[in-house]
């Protein structure tokens, strides 16, 4: 113990530097550990979504009409809160959420699980994710009549 308080004085930036690099590999692995829930891949999505899931986009309207996944849902992240009773329906069907990173998705279908809904998932990396596989994004707002407003 002698030696590590003498190393310590000898020592301060290496010993800072290392207590640095500790805190940012926790910080690290809580950010993960927290992104990672109930996290699918943009091909799982869409294999949810051909199985008759629901996808909601997390985003702003205004991001949503600037690209969104095909038939996604423009939903606001508030109304997570209350998704139990405007998305009764989809109980025990696959409800994926995402946003623009993935940090928001995440939290989302925490509390969308909390909720009781039995398949909630979030697409792992958000939007960024789904554009980085190159895969088609849907622009516009849908109407009630089905049309999209370009």
């Known amino acids: 113990m002698q030696n590590l308080a003498q190393y310590v004085t000898e020592h301060p930036w290496l ?9 940012l590999v926790i910080v690290f692995e809580i950010r993960a550990r927290r992104d990672a829930f109930a996290a699918i891949s943009p091909q799982d999505l869409i294999r949810l979504q051909n199985q008759g899931g629901i996808v909601l986009d997390l985003r702003s309207s205004t991001d949503y009409a600037a690209g969104h ?49 039995k398949q909630a998932y979030n697409l792992r990396g958000g939007l960024a994710a789904w554009r980085a596989d190159n ?15 370009r």
């Not at 010993?15 to 805190?23: E, K």
């Not at 849902?73 to 409800?95: G, H, M, W």
């Not at 993935?102 to 809904?117: C, E, K, P």
């Not at 516009?140 to 089905?146: C, D, P, R, Y």
């Open 69 to 117: 996944i095909g038939s996604a849902r423009d939903f606001d992240s508030a109304q997570i809160l209350t998704a139990n009773e405007t998305l009764r329906k989809y109980k025990e069907k696959p409800v994926i959420v995402y946003c623009e990173s993935g940090s928001t998705g995440a939290s989302a279908a925490r509390v969308l699980s909390g909720q009781g809904f």
């Open 135 to 149: 895969l088609p994004l849907t622009l516009g707002v849908e109407t009630a009549a089905g049309k999209g407003k």
């Open 15 to 23: 010993v800072a530097m290392a207590v640095v690099a500790a805190l």
